[in-house]
């Protein structure tokens, strides 16, 4: 998802203005580093990530990256990324 918003909310009383900052973030596979163990596929609460023999690919409509499978990857080959 590739987007950032900022949000700028006049309150009715007192003239002060909240910002609202919402960031999205993906998750970026970084294919080299990836060791195709698939621990990642098995952990993902969504059923977002599909390993199909050395091809690892996330749904991006699916993930909603809560990052459950950055943190079991034993090689760092998953990272949550702002979206640019
Ligand atoms: S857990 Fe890490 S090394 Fe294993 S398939 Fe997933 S991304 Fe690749
Ligand atoms: S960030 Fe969460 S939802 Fe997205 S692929 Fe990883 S485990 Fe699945």
Redesign the pocket.
């Known amino acids: 998802m590739n987007a950032f918003f900022l949000i700028l909310c006049p309150s009715l009383k007192e003239g002060l203005y909240f910002v609202m900052i919402i960031v999205f973030r993906m998750l970026v596979?970084k294919r080299e580093v990836?060791?195709?163990?698939?621990?990642?596929?098995s952990v993902c609460p969504e059923g977002a990530l599909e390993?199909v023999d050395t091809y690892?690919t996330v749904d991006p409509e699916t993930c909603i990256e809560c990052g459950i499978?950055a943190r079991?990857?034993?090689?760092g080959?998953?990272e949550l990324k702002n979206a640019e």
């Open positions: 596979i990836c060791g195709y163990c698939g621990a990642c596929v390993l690892l499978c079991i990857c034993p090689l080959a998953l």
